[in-house]
């Protein structure tokens, strides 16, 4: 079955520090790839989309690669602020609905 | 636009009574998910309707979950009775179409607490 896997522990970072979260999945080629910001008491936030046929896309201070050959999505923030704190959430196109991993906590330090 | 609108945000009920879960979705757009998300599960989709139409209820846990869409402005999911073990947050989200690469917008969710 379809499986997605975002690294469970909590992602500690210094803030102005670049901050890399994963996203693994296996059993799939999905065409395209989300990422969500979820904060707490709050439902996801759509942040970026990156289709099977681009490796990297950026808005502003994001950044997401897909790597279709390693099965693997990495999301980045760049100069990381404590406001970018939150649990981020991977999503693969499924066959009429997303799949979801998840999520990984990152925390930004000031 | 409000955005995906829940109700009630916050649920405390007893064991065994009814609890009726209710969104508004997104004017204008065609596709709905309810979803539950816990600690232990993440965020698991439960139906989804498209053009008021449930397409999909595989993720409806047992017969006590039930769901409609009467209207393209308003649906509900109902757990009768309830258990302890349906706590959880649960979310509705609406896509503007049927286009799975469609951005999902999710509304605050109601966080359900079954004693």
């Known amino acids: 079955s379809q499986k997605i896997e975002q690294n469970s522990e909590a992602l500690n970072i210094q803030e102005g520090k670049t901050a890399t979260l994963t996203c693994n999945y296996t059993?799939?080629?999905?065409?395209?790839l989300q990422w969500y910001r979820q904060d707490p008491g709050r439902g996801p936030v759509f942040l970026l989309l990156i289709r099977e046929n681009e490796k990297e896309k950026r808005k502003e201070r994001l950044k997401v690669t897909f790597d279709t050959t390693l099965k693997q999505s990495l999301f980045h923030i760049t100069a990381s602020q404590p406001a970018d704190s939150a649990t981020y959430l991977c999503a693969l196109e499924g066959n009429y609905q997303l799949i979801w991993g998840a999520g990984t906590k990152l925390i930004i330090k000031p | 636009d409000a955005g995906v609108i829940q109700s009630p945000r916050h649920e405390v009920t007893e064991m065994g009574q009814e609890v009726t879960l209710r969104c508004k979705p997104i004017?204008?757009?065609?596709?709905l998910f309810w979803y539950r998300q816990t600690m232990m599960r993440g965020l698991e989709l439960l139906i989804y309707f498209n053009n008021n139409v449930p397409i999909d209820d595989s993720g409806m846990p047992e017969d006590r979950f039930s769901a409609k869409m009467p209207n393209a402005s308003f649906s509900t999911l109902k757990i009768q009775p309830s258990e302890p073990r349906d706590s959880a947050v649960y979310f509705c989200a609406s896509r503007p179409t049927t286009g799975v690469q469609e951005t999902q917008y999710f509304g605050p969710g109601t966080r359900l607490l079954v004693l």
């Open positions: 059993n799939y080629s999905p065409a395209y």
């Open positions: 004017s204008g757009h065609n596709s």
